[in-house]
């Protein structure tokens, strides 16, 4: 690759046109996105109908940081955990602890994103994922909060923890990586499925397959920014300013007007973090 190609792909993709429904981004990053001011990221989604969004902290500093975001910037809500691929080395009752405390701050309407990764993180390290999985949903459960799920390759044990230990009130699957089968068995449970950039991957027929038949009042949208561009600029930096790209990617899955399809974002996420 040329380096002015390589420069090229580095470079933030083009504003999508306004969504006819403002919705929000129920997962990004902010301190992450490189060169991007809070302030600018915010004023950029909400030119194209994304009015709000939830910024995710993965261990204890980060979730400190997204507290502070939400507190000082209206638009922006704050979730907070520690990462399941941080809990081997970063869970401690001195984090939890801290966990606890943010989370009950008024700018901070969930706890995540904690869950089980089996894809990063080796079989000796799956112990503590999921005891600190269980300190999460006791946290979310004692402050109220929804509970933000990251769940990868590893569906069964996630639905089993949460079976076991009482799962709260309102429960996300961020990033949603399941296919037909997983989205039943959410939607059997009640829990929100929000969708990210991945989506729109050519090889995502599965994402597809589930989001067609999640019930509309447990569907949700969101970037992961910086990661999961969706599509046609997978590989550049996501921001918030990019969900319309699959709100509409959504709506062709689900055969649905794209207003019809970010209504039901809307109101889903406006019952699982509002009211704002």
Partial sequence: MARSDAGRRGDPPPAPDRLPVDVIDSHCHLDLMAGVSVADAVA????????????????????????????????????????????????????????????????????????????????????????????????????????????????????????????PERVVFHAFSGGAELARRCADAGYAMSFAGNVTFKNADNLREAAAIAPPDLLLVETDAPFLTPMPFRGRPNGPYLVPLTVRALAQARGEDVAATAAAIAATAERMFGPW
Avoid: C, M
């Avoid at 809500?77 to 941080?86: G, K, L, M, Q």
């Fill in 44 to 167: 950029a989604a909400r030119a194209v109908g994304i009015r709000r969004l939830v910024t995710v902290g993965v261990d204890v500093e980060t979730s400190r940081w997204q507290a502070d975001v939400a507190a000082s910037h209206p638009d922006v809500y704050a979730a907070v955990a520690i990462h399941p691929n941080e809990a081997p080395a970063g869970a401690n009752e001195a984090a939890y602890a801290q966990i606890t405390e943010l989370a009950a701050r008024p700018a901070v309407r969930a706890v995540g994103e904690t869950g089980l990764d089996y894809f990063r993180t080796p079989p000796e390290g799956r112990a503590a994922q999921r005891e600190s999985f269980r300190r999460h949903i006791a946290i979310a459960k004692q402050t109220g909060r929804t509970l933000v799920i990251h769940d990868r390759e590893a569906h069964d044990d996630v639905l089993a923890i949460l079976a076991t230990e009482g799962a």
